[in-house]
Structure formats: structure tokens, C-alpha cells
């Protein structure tokens, strides 16, 4: 049984930093592509981060690049997102999510795609992450 499990939310003031963790199971951990996304009330689920992923490597958009970072443990089968720099615009329920490596285009592209979240098909319960200005 695939599950995930991710922790590390709270409370932080603006300019602080986070380090969300996503403990998977159930599968083959160098398989398959971990990705976070995050979702704040009243919009979109929109992706975070990617590791593994189409083309192996990791991947942060432009938006978030220098502020996040996903890096991960194999031999606790845990995948981190380090959050610095923290903006009240960053609130928001943030999960983890597991997709095969093989059935995702490069990041770039994955990205791009409208509701990209539906190509994963395993999801963590969600973390809340709330800034504070």
C-alpha cells in the first residue's frame, strides 16, 4: 500500500524558513517521482517542486527558485522541502505526491500543464504552512 505522510507545517513569521518532510512507503522509492504542491483557499493546487523526476533530476520553477529547495533521503525514503525566505503568499496546505517517472514528461513541460496535479496519483493528508507578516 502506497502512502505518504507529510509533516513539518506550522506557524512562521515572514522571512523565516520551514522544512516540510514527505516519509514514503508502499513502493519503489528511486522509481517513482515525488513532487510537492500546495494549495491555498480559494485557488488552484499548483506545483512546488519535483525530485525524480521526467528527466531524473529535481526541479523548483523560476518562482520559487532560490527560496525552496527538494532534496531527499533513500535510505529513509524521505523527500525534504526546504522553504526560506517565507512570504505570506507561501500559506497555504502544502502535500506531498508520488507519480511513475517513466509517465512524466521533462519538469519543464510538467509544469506547464494545466492541473498537473492529476498526474499523480498517490497523495500525502497535507501539511499546513502558514506565514505570518
Known amino acids: 500500500e502506497v502512502q505518504l505522510q507529510a509533516s513539518g507545517g506550522g506557524l512562521v513569521q515572514a522571512g523565516g524558513s520551514l522544512r516540510l518532510s514527505c516519509a514514503a512507503s508502499?513502493?519503489?522509492?528511486?522509481?517513482?517521482?515525488i513532487a510537492w504542491f500546495r494549495q491555498a483557499p480559494g485557488k488552484e493546487r499548483e506545483g512546488v517542486s519535483c525530485?525524480?523526476?521526467?528527466?531524473?533530476?529535481?526541479y523548483i520553477p523560476d518562482s520559487l527558485k532560490g527560496r525552496f529547495t527538494i532534496s531527499s533521503d533513500n535510505a529513509k525514503n524521505t523527500v525534504y522541502l526546504q522553504m526560506h525566505s517565507l512570504k505570506p503568499e507561501d500559506t497555504a496546505v502544502y502535500y506531498c505526491?508520488?507519480?511513475?517517472?517513466?509517465?512524466?514528461?521533462?519538469?519543464?513541460?510538467?509544469?506547464?500543464?494545466?492541473?498537473?496535479?492529476?498526474?499523480?496519483?498517490?497523495w500525502g493528508q497535507g501539511t499546513l504552512v502558514t506565514v505570518s507578516s
Open positions: 525530485i525524480r523526476c521526467g528527466d531524473g533530476g529535481t
Open positions: 508502499g513502493f519503489a522509492f528511486d522509481d517513482y517521482t
Open positions: 505526491a508520488v507519480a511513475e517517472s517513466i509517465s512524466l514528461p521533462t519538469p519543464r513541460l510538467l509544469f506547464k500543464i494545466p492541473n498537473m496535479s492529476r498526474l499523480f496519483g498517490f
